[in-house]
T-cell receptor, first 114, second 115 residues
Framework: AQSVTQLGSHVSVSEGALVLLRCNYSSSVPPYLFWYVQYPNQGLQLLLKYTTGATLVKGINGFEAEFKKSETSFHLTKPSAHMSDAAEYFCAVEIQGGSEKLVFGKGTKLTVNP | NAGVTQTPKFRILKIGQSMTLQCAQDMNHNYMYWYRQDPGMGLKLIYYSVGAGITDKGEVPNGYNVSRSTTEDFPLRLELAAPSQTSVYFC??????????????FGPGTRLTVL
């Protein structure tokens, strides 16, 4: 069965610093990959997705992620953190041609310090 | 479009009480989902539906029931509330099956406390 591991339940960065949130998946077939963001007391919102094609995908608010098949990773990055990026981030995987259900990681809470 | 709406936003229940969490979407999505979110545990799928009249269990269905009589609505029923059901519940919907991948749209959540 597919699974998603997010390394680090809490990540703290300074405003203007690089944001790196890690996600690794397990799958025997190429997956579809997603990053969702959850702001305090809100639902989840899609940040970006990888389906096919270019392995570097760009999302909203300056975030991007790179699909690395050899490392089974889909890490999320942003060159310069902003205070408004403080939120919880979830990586999710869907197996192509599978059940069309998403499997979510446990989430990483990002704190941005002034 | 309102997207995915959920009611109520907050609710406190006593042990053994029952309630229905409402979910509606106006995007004509065929798939709908119910998740629960507990601190540090991510989202766990409770039930899902691939269309009106069709539902199936997810990872944590015990203590819950669902129905899907219309495309728009997907209520979640708790029959005998227990403290273990204290959680934040999210409804989501997607148009799955046609485009290959399953981008889900989430409602704002219902925060439920069982005392």
């Amino acid at each position: 069965a597919q699974s998603v591991t997010q390394l680090g339940s809490h990540v703290s960065v300074s405003e203007g610093a690089l944001v790196l949130l890690r996600c690794n998946y397990s799958s025997s077939v190429p997956p579809y990959l997603f990053w969702y963001v959850q702001y305090p007391n809100q639902g989840l919102q899609l940040l970006l997705k990888y389906t096919t094609g270019a392995t570097l995908v760009k999302g909203i608010n300056g975030f991007e992620a790179e699909f690395k098949k050899s490392e089974t990773s889909f890490h999320l990055t942003k060159p310069s953190a902003h205070m408004s990026d403080a939120a919880e981030y979830f990586c999710a995987v869907e197996i192509q041609g599978g059940s069309e259900k998403l499997v979510f990681g446990k989430g990483t809470k990002l704190t941005v310090n002034p | 479009n309102a997207g995915v709406t959920q009611t109520p936003k907050f609710r406190i229940l006593k042990i053994g009480q029952s309630m229905t969490l409402q979910c509606a979407q106006d995007m004509n999505h065929n798939y709908m989902y119910w998740y629960r979110q507990d601190p540090g545990m991510g989202l766990k799928l409770i039930y899902y539906s691939v269309g009106a009249g069709i539902t199936d269990k997810g990872e944590v269905p015990n203590g819950y029931n669902v129905s899907r009589s219309t495309t728009e609505d997907f209520p979640l029923r708790l029959e005998l509330a227990a403290p273990s059901q204290t959680s934040v519940y999210f409804c989501a919907s997607s148009f799955a099956g046609g485009i290959g991948y399953n981008e889900q749209f989430f409602g704002p959540g219902t925060r439920l406390t069982v005392l």
